[in-house]
């Protein structure tokens, strides 16, 4: 009898401390794939890279934000707030005097060792692997689920679907689809190939990219580069102005190429595109207006 | 090692404590500067052991800044004390094992390491020490047998494995294109600040008896110094303690590497300046260039950290950017 009774009343016990231990903190699994404990309502958040400050405050969760990266300069009020490095050289002591009770970092981006040392200081680290377009709006879902800001989350991708599918729609008007060869930096000469974020937004904009094949960011010598023909050239920096223009007429020596013959080679803000946040798809309908230029006159 | 007058045992002692109390002195700076402006009061009552309200200013001082400072006095001292020891077995001032390739070639190690994505310890350590095993055979066959103790051949061919090493490691940088690519470029520049307590702890058992087995053969070096007929008469198999020399040393450097990337000029500056301030005693100069080695990387750590106002130089950029005006302005000291 009495152990019928402790059969039935340890697990009673179990449950009973799970839940409460679970009214203060969850487990969730991250898309590395850990699993992380973290806070019902995380209340001190530090972002690792800038895509996720855009997020967080495209979720209108900005307030919660101690610290951020360097380069965290979208919005305008993420500019204030304390910086703690770079997202490939994070201060680890700077995060830590944040007391965070979440940080929020990038698989491919973050070093691993910080990601590590965080977790071995008990600071709970979810790291986020947006790789699409899909991933992305998984991304802001998950974080949305993070920060109580679940509604806004669906929003936010109910809005970034309407815009893709007005894109397509768009796009499926176009006749011809030029290739397009996007240069990322200035030297080496680097593409983005396959299985890339701008390979997608490059298709989805009615273009076709001319530097797919096994790598991902494949390195050109100008030889291939002249010898692939490009329609379109783009060019995407940080830096600009003199810069792009000396590039713009190093290129301009070869009107072989097509996309010199009928100037269009364009610069866009690297910004726009490198960072997996909700501001990808203002590159997207840039991206569609440099790719197809004859569906928006017809519109006009 | 044979300490036979109390005189030179009681130089040791003095000189010894006296840099130990540097090294104290450095550390504690050390712990207490950093990024986040912490107050002395708070800071004492960290150091000594009070509980205090805010764990955080704990955390930083004990878990981020103080095994940083264990792990820049342990390079530091690894790193002057291999330049001093290959500085007396090839009787060459310019011998420093970064020099010579040794660094070199554990980097193609680590950096192969990183690449197939081991853990830092110890895949990534063995590969490194595999490296710079294989660079030290690599010198020993193109000047083996007798040109061993030229000096000329080995410095010379350290030189050209450097340079060969050097461009494989440029060229496995360049075949790399994710983000490990970040990670290789900073740990190359030199990178203290991702260890934690416990890998420190892991270096120490490794760099410590090394530290212990190179005193013990201080004397041996004193000896090989005069010359290798010298060296004969008083009965020391030369062939013997350079191969143990070398080989402990490689294994001190290539630990290092593998935690901190390549740290040059140390290995330079210290010894010469220990040499210019002590005399050429390597009884005293292996201590000191342990002790001196120590504080001056906590030293250039410390302006690595402080110095910038958004982030950190690598600590290799302050090494020898500290390091070689201070060698040349000694040497001109040391000519007038």
């Given at each position: 009898m009495k152990k019928r009774c402790l059969i039935l009343v340890v697990p009673v016990l179990i449950c009973f401390f799970i839940t409460q231990a679970q009214s203060n903190e969850r487990c969730v699994t991250d898309q590395a794939g850990r699993i992380v404990s973290l806070p019902d309502k995380p209340e001190r958040i530090v972002s690792l890279a800038p895509n996720i400050t855009e997020i967080i405050f495209a979720l209108a969760r900005g307030h919660l934000l101690k610290g951020v990266t360097t380069f965290s300069d979208f919005p305008v009020e993420a500019k204030k707030i304390y910086k703690v490095g770079s997202y490939v050289k994070l201060d680890l002591e700077r995060i830590v005097s944040l007391n965070p009770d979440l940080c929020i970092a990038v698989k491919d981006g973050n070093p691993k060792d910080v990601v590590d040392r965080l977790e071995s200081l008990g600071i709970p680290v979810y790291a986020v692997d947006p790789k699409s377009l899909d991933g992305l709006m998984q991304t802001i879902f998950e974080v949305g689920e993070l920060l109580n800001a679940g509604d806004r989350a669906e929003t936010l991708i109910h809005n970034m679907r309407l815009r893709i599918q007005r894109i397509k729609f768009l796009v499926a008007k176009a006749e011809s689809t030029p290739r397009v060869f996007w240069q990322i930096g200035i030297s080496p000469i680097i593409s983005a190939g396959s299985n890339t974020f701008i390979n997608e937004l490059i298709t989805l904009a009615?273009?076709?990219?001319?530097?797919?094949?096994?790598?991902r960011y494949p390195r050109f010598s100008r030889e291939q580069v002249l010898s692939l023909a490009p329609d379109v050239f783009i060019i995407t920096s940080m830096e600009k102005g003199v810069v792009f223009d000396e590039l713009k007429a190093d290129w301009g020596?070869?009107?072989?190429m097509p996309a010199v013959r009928n100037n269009r080679i364009f610069l866009v803000d690297s910004n726009l595109f490198d960072?997996?946040?909700?501001?990808i798809l203002d590159g997207l309908e840039l991206l569609v207006e440099l790719i197809h230029p004859e569906l928006f006159k017809e519109k006009h | 090692m044979s300490i036979r007058s109390p005189f030179i045992l009681r130089r040791i002692i003095t000189i010894s404590l006296l840099l130990l109390f540097v090294l104290i002195v450095v550390m504690l700076a050390g712990v207490s500067m950093g990024s986040t402006k912490i107050g002395l009061k708070m800071l004492l009552q960290s150091l000594l052991g009070e509980k205090m309200a805010d764990t955080m200013l704990d955390t930083i001082v004990w878990q981020i800044r103080f095994p940083r400072v264990l792990l820049a006095g342990l390079v530091g001292a690894t790193l002057s004390l291999g330049g001093l020891v290959f500085q007396a077995i090839l009787?060459?001032?310019?011998?420093e094992p970064y020099i010579l390739g040794i660094s070199g070639g554990s980097a193609i190690g680590a950096i192969i390491g990183i690449l197939s994505g081991l853990s830092r310890f110890p895949g990534v350590s063995l590969t490194a020490f595999a490296g710079s095993l294989a660079t030290l055979f690599l010198l020993l066959i193109m000047s083996s047998g007798k040109s061993l103790l030229k000096k000329n051949t080995l410095l010379l061919s350290g030189v050209m494995v450097n340079a060969f090493c050097s461009a494989i490691i440029m060229f496995l940088v360049s075949m790399t294109y994710d983000a490990r690519l970040h990670n290789i470029i900073f740990w190359l520049m030199g990178?203290?600040?991702?260890?934690d307590i416990n890998q420190v702890g892991i270096l120490a058992l490794m760099l410590l008896p090394c530290f212990i087995i190179l005193f013990c053969y201080s004397h041996s070096m004193n000896i090989i110094l005069m010359g290798n007929e010298m060296a004969q008469t008083m009965g020391i198999n030369i062939r013997r303690v350079t191969a143990v020399l070398l080989i402990v040393t490689s294994f001190m450097v290539s630990a290092t590497v593998c935690y901190c990337g390549l740290l040059g000029f140390v290995g330079l500056v210290i010894p010469h300046l220990l040499r210019l301030v002590f005399g050429s005693d390597h009884r005293i100069l292996v201590p000191a260039s342990i002790l001196g080695g120590g504080s001056y990387m906590i030293i250039c750590d410390l302006l690595a950290r402080v110095l910038p106002q958004q982030g950190e130089v690598p600590v290799g950029v302050v090494t020898a950017m500290v390091g070689a005006p201070l060698f040349i302005y000694l040497l001109k000291r040391s000519k007038q």
């Amino acid at each position: 009898m009495k152990k019928r009774c402790l059969i039935l009343v340890v697990p009673v016990l179990i449950c009973f401390f799970i839940t409460q231990a679970q009214s203060n903190e969850r487990c969730v699994t991250d898309q590395a794939g850990r699993i992380v404990s973290l806070p019902d309502k995380p209340e001190r958040i530090v972002s690792l890279a800038p895509n996720i400050t855009e997020i967080i405050f495209a979720l209108a969760r900005g307030h919660l934000l101690k610290g951020v990266t360097t380069f965290s300069d979208f919005p305008v009020e993420a500019k204030k707030i304390y910086k703690v490095g770079s997202y490939v050289k994070l201060d680890l002591e700077r995060i830590v005097s944040l007391n965070p009770d979440l940080c929020i970092a990038v698989k491919d981006g973050n070093p691993k060792d910080v990601v590590d040392r965080l977790e071995s200081l008990g600071i709970p680290v979810y790291a986020v692997d947006p790789k699409s377009l899909d991933g992305l709006m998984q991304t802001i879902f998950e974080v949305g689920e993070l920060l109580n800001a679940g509604d806004r989350a669906e929003t936010l991708i109910h809005n970034m679907r309407l815009r893709i599918q007005r894109i397509k729609f768009l796009v499926a008007k176009a006749e011809s689809t030029p290739r397009v060869f996007w240069q990322i930096g200035i030297s080496p000469i680097i593409s983005a190939g396959s299985n890339t974020f701008i390979n997608e937004l490059i298709t989805l904009a009615g273009g076709k990219n001319i530097a797919c094949g096994t790598s991902r960011y494949p390195r050109f010598s100008r030889e291939q580069v002249l010898s692939l023909a490009p329609d379109v050239f783009i060019i995407t920096s940080m830096e600009k102005g003199v810069v792009f223009d000396e590039l713009k007429a190093d290129w301009g020596l070869w009107p072989e190429m097509p996309a010199v013959r009928n100037n269009r080679i364009f610069l866009v803000d690297s910004n726009l595109f490198d960072r997996p946040s909700p501001r990808i798809l203002d590159g997207l309908e840039l991206l569609v207006e440099l790719i197809h230029p004859e569906l928006f006159k017809e519109k006009h | 090692m044979s300490i036979r007058s109390p005189f030179i045992l009681r130089r040791i002692i003095t000189i010894s404590l006296l840099l130990l109390f540097v090294l104290i002195v450095v550390m504690l700076a050390g712990v207490s500067m950093g990024s986040t402006k912490i107050g002395l009061k708070m800071l004492l009552q960290s150091l000594l052991g009070e509980k205090m309200a805010d764990t955080m200013l704990d955390t930083i001082v004990w878990q981020i800044r103080f095994p940083r400072v264990l792990l820049a006095g342990l390079v530091g001292a690894t790193l002057s004390l291999g330049g001093l020891v290959f500085q007396a077995i090839l009787r060459n001032p310019l011998a420093e094992p970064y020099i010579l390739g040794i660094s070199g070639g554990s980097a193609i190690g680590a950096i192969i390491g990183i690449l197939s994505g081991l853990s830092r310890f110890p895949g990534v350590s063995l590969t490194a020490f595999a490296g710079s095993l294989a660079t030290l055979f690599l010198l020993l066959i193109m000047s083996s047998g007798k040109s061993l103790l030229k000096k000329n051949t080995l410095l010379l061919s350290g030189v050209m494995v450097n340079a060969f090493c050097s461009a494989i490691i440029m060229f496995l940088v360049s075949m790399t294109y994710d983000a490990r690519l970040h990670n290789i470029i900073f740990w190359l520049m030199g990178d203290l600040s991702m260890c934690d307590i416990n890998q420190v702890g892991i270096l120490a058992l490794m760099l410590l008896p090394c530290f212990i087995i190179l005193f013990c053969y201080s004397h041996s070096m004193n000896i090989i110094l005069m010359g290798n007929e010298m060296a004969q008469t008083m009965g020391i198999n030369i062939r013997r303690v350079t191969a143990v020399l070398l080989i402990v040393t490689s294994f001190m450097v290539s630990a290092t590497v593998c935690y901190c990337g390549l740290l040059g000029f140390v290995g330079l500056v210290i010894p010469h300046l220990l040499r210019l301030v002590f005399g050429s005693d390597h009884r005293i100069l292996v201590p000191a260039s342990i002790l001196g080695g120590g504080s001056y990387m906590i030293i250039c750590d410390l302006l690595a950290r402080v110095l910038p106002q958004q982030g950190e130089v690598p600590v290799g950029v302050v090494t020898a950017m500290v390091g070689a005006p201070l060698f040349i302005y000694l040497l001109k000291r040391s000519k007038q």
